[in-house]
């Protein structure tokens, strides 16, 4: 079976997401990004069960990951922001320790979609994506073009079939 035919498979039902907004400065008013990714799911049929806004401090990022991977009927938990190399960003340390399998293609495509927006700089995302506690997490940078490029061109193609993959047995 290929991957067109987990796809059909996989239908087009509503997913469950939450968003987790990594920043020392936003404020749910000024978060552009969970604006934006409100928006496409909704318009997509998806419903966003939870918003979480917390600072890049290692215990906060713990604390959230178990807090939403423990929700009921949560299947993605998309994180934006805490992705890059200064000393502030520990949001890849912190979510990539939880996760129990690891989907590199995520964080490979999306740097690759990257570097041809913003050149040799794409090698700074240090953007993940897994599996933990049977729900998908992604981590992906918090400028609201990575965002956009993360959400139209990987996750949402692959949004039922992701959800679809990691709830079947067998």
């Known amino acids: 079976m290929g991957a067109e035919d987990h796809r059909q498979k996989a239908g087009k039902g509503s997913v469950t997401v939450a968003i987790v907004t990594v ?12 604006h934006y990714i409100e928006k ?3 318009e997509l049929g998806h419903n966003v069960a939870a918003y979480r806004l917390i600072k890049d401090e290692p215990d906060q990022v713990a604390a959230v990951i178990e807090e939403l991977t423990s929700m009921p009927g949560v299947q993605l938990v998309l994180f934006n922001g805490g992705t890059g190399i200064s000393p502030r960003d520990t949001t890849y340390d912190v979510v990539s320790k939880y996760l129990e399998k ?5 964080g490979e ?4 979609l990257s ?5 040799a700089a794409a090698m700074f995302s240090r953007a993940t994506a897994g599996v933990y ?11 609201p073009n990575a965002v956009q490029v993360a959400l139209e061109k ?10 679809w993959e990691i709830a079947r047995k067998g």
């Open 23 to 34: 920043s020392d400065t936003r404020t749910p008013e000024t978060d552009q990004n969970r």
């Open 40 to 42: 496409r799911m909704s």
């Open 102 to 106: 690891t989907l590199p293609g995520f």
């Open 109 to 112: 495509l999306f740097r690759m």
């Open 115 to 119: 570097f041809h927006e913003v050149g």
């Open 133 to 143: 506690r049977g729900t998908l997490v992604f981590s992906m940078p918090g400028s």
């Open 154 to 163: 990987l996750i949402i193609p692959e949004i039922n079939h992701l959800a």
